[in-house]
């Protein structure tokens, strides 16, 4: 049975920081691009991160560049997101993904990346207060 499982949301104050975690079972993990997505209420969901090939392609939107980073241990078969300099505007329900893909290249289409995963988590709940 495919599983992602996410762990690490909460309550966290403007500026502050929060580590997702993405533990992944049922499928080889290192077939696979493993990513973020979150939705805000009233949103679409968008691309966050993604990391594949260990690391070899990875990527960022616009919007956390600079203050996310993705990572992953294929010993565990966990990915994780390192979330700083927390927004209220970060505030969304975070999932994670797994496209069957050697890379990240579906998030360079926003308006589809989505479309593309094979397998989702049921998601994590971030808040950020002002």
């Known amino acids: 049975e495919v599983q992602l499982v996410e762990s690490g949301g909460g309550l966290v104050q403007a500026g502050g920081s929060l580590r997702l975690s993405c533990a992944a079972s049922g499928f080889t993990f290192d077939d696979y691009a493993i990513g973020w997505f979150r939705q805000a209420p009233g949103k679409e969901r968008e691309g966050v991160s993604c990391?594949?090939?260990?690391?070899?392609?990875?990527y960022y939107a616009d919007s956390v560049k600079g203050r996310f980073a993705i990572s992953s241990d294929n010993a565990k078969n966990t990915v994780y997101l390192q979330m700083n300099s927390l927004k209220p505007e970060d505030t969304a329900v975070y999932y994670c993904?797994?496209?069957?893909?050697?890379?990240?290249?579906?998030?360079?289409?926003?308006?589809?990346?989505?479309?593309?995963?094979?397998?989702w988590g049921k998601g994590t709940l971030v808040t950020v207060s002002s």
């Open positions: 993904a797994a496209e069957q893909s050697p890379t990240c290249g579906s998030y360079y289409i926003p308006s589809a990346a989505q479309y593309g995963m094979d397998y």
């Open positions: 990391i594949a090939r260990s690391g070899s392609d990875t």
